[in-house]
């Protein structure tokens, strides 16, 4: 269609018939959302292959989850039909040879532009098709834990959580290659809070497959029904070297532990798990922490920040902040390097943060003695009287 005679939704429609008939569609994304429903905000639309059969995946973006839905090509149409003009005033349609925008005024004028893609663009989208992944999505495993389907596509739901996969193993392989552990003998991780499995299936898979170590890993989960599950799935896989059992940090005794996890771990229960990595002196330790409750109550706001901490959401993020710097340290106080980064979000939370720590080859006893300082002059500083994992290595001293 000529570029000039794009002036009616219409003409917009007929843009994106003619790119999924000739398999050029990208994405197509609705946004500036005038409905009823306040918390949708926009709709991301892409072609999938499910089954070997195409259809079109809407993912609803809310403010606090995503809801996928899955139509074929002539319902999908059917359905962007219905949402644009009343519901949603702007779309972008990415196709292989132009890119189009369409505006809705408040007065309901159509305007829209439609420029050719940059060889630029071209070239960075193949690239990002050709992005390394540290996971191969024909593994089995991903299937088996419903993440990919029997044809090893990718199922749109569970895309959240495979950026989150690939990414929880790209940081490993980076900790892994600066770390200590020996890389011809096994590795032994423990995994608390394992869940559902999916990052235990993966950094088992990676290692033992990937790395060709004899790695012997195990997740620990609260609930048994949770743990027999992924007994029988691994079995099923005849996964060598990965088991499942119930309990949790408190419960399960440090052993031989070369790579400690606990993702998701609230409150205290993230002290916990880097002090049995501490114990363990396991080499690297991985931790999301989130619900920062026993610091914030102990906090006394300094006379000067009082005016900003007078709202509860930044005495939050205060609270989760000293109380994240202080772990931090105290590994470093223990003979790691450490580092604390935006990890991706995770599938059930907001929370993304992830304490990194590596154990060095060696460690400087002046060193230690000035960053306990420090911790005790930032607990002087905001009137904190006691830290969990504070305690707990205290413990560990004088037992």
């Known amino acids: 269609m000529p ?9 917009f429609y007929q843009l994106v018939a003619e790119s999924l008939e000739n398999n050029s569609l990208k994405k197509l994304l609705l946004s500036k959302y005038r409905g009823a429903e306040k918390s949708l905000q926009r709709i991301m639309i892409r072609p999938v292959s ?15 989850n995503d809801i996928t839905k899955n139509y074929s090509y002539k319902e999908g149409v059917g359905v962007i039909k219905s949402l644009l003009g009343d519901d949603f005033k702007s779309a972008y349609l990415s196709a292989d040879s132009a890119e ?22 071209a070239a960075a989208l193949q690239h990002n098709r050709e992005k390394k992944r540290f996971v191969d999505i024909n593994r089995p495993f991903l299937t088996q834990l419903g993440v990919t389907d029997k044809q090893h596509n990718l199922i ?40 559902k499995g999916y990052l235990t299936f993966a950094i088992h898979d990676y290692l033992r497959h990937s790395l060709d ?12 029904g949770l743990a027999d599950l ?16 119930c309990g949790d940090v408190k419960t399960h005794a440090p052993k031989q532990t070369d790579v400690m996890i606990a993702l998701h771990a609230c409150d205290v229960a993230t002290d916990y798990a880097i002090h049995y990595g501490i114990r363990a002196n396991a080499a690297i330790i991985m931790c999301s922490p989130c619900c920062h409750k026993q610091i914030r109550p102990q906090m006394h706001s300094p006379e000067l920040f009082k005016p900003m901490l007078q709202y509860g959401v930044h005495m939050g993020q ?25 990890f991706i979000s995770l599938e059930h939370t907001n929370k993304n943060k992830m304490i990194l720590a590596v154990k060095k080859s060696s460690s400087n006893a ?25 305690t707990l290595l205290a413990e560990r001293k004088s037992s």
């Not at 799935?233 to 059992?245: I, K, M, P, R």
């Open 156 to 195: 749109p739901a569970m895309s959240r959580k495979w950026k989150q996969i690939n990414k929880f193993i790209e940081v490993f392989s980076q900790a892994l290659a600066v770390s200590p552990i020996v890389k011809d003998q096994p590795v032994n991780v423990v995994d608390f809070g394992s869940g």
């Open 100 to 121: 189009t925008q369409l505006e809705i005024s408040k007065k309901g004028k159509i305007k829209i532009t439609r420029h050719k893609a940059q060889e630029s663009s």
């Open 50 to 64: 499910l089954q070997n059969e195409a259809f079109l995946s809407f993912v609803y973006r809310h403010q606090t």
């Open 3 to 11: 570029y000039s005679a794009l002036n009616s939704l219409d003409d």
């Open 213 to 224: 170590n004899n790695a012997q890993v195990t997740g620990v989960e609260l609930r048994q």
């Open 230 to 245: 992924c007994n029988e799935t691994a079995a099923t896989l005849d996964h060598q070297g990965l088991s499942f059992v």
């Open 366 to 390: 002046k060193e230690n003695r000035d960053i306990l300082d420090q911790i005790a002059e930032i607990k002087a500083f905001y009137g904190i009287k006691e830290h969990c994992l504070e």
């Open 318 to 342: 205060q609270a989760e902040m000293v109380t994240d710097s202080l772990r931090a340290l105290f590994l470093e106080a223990n003979g790691y390097t450490t580092k604390v980064f935006e």
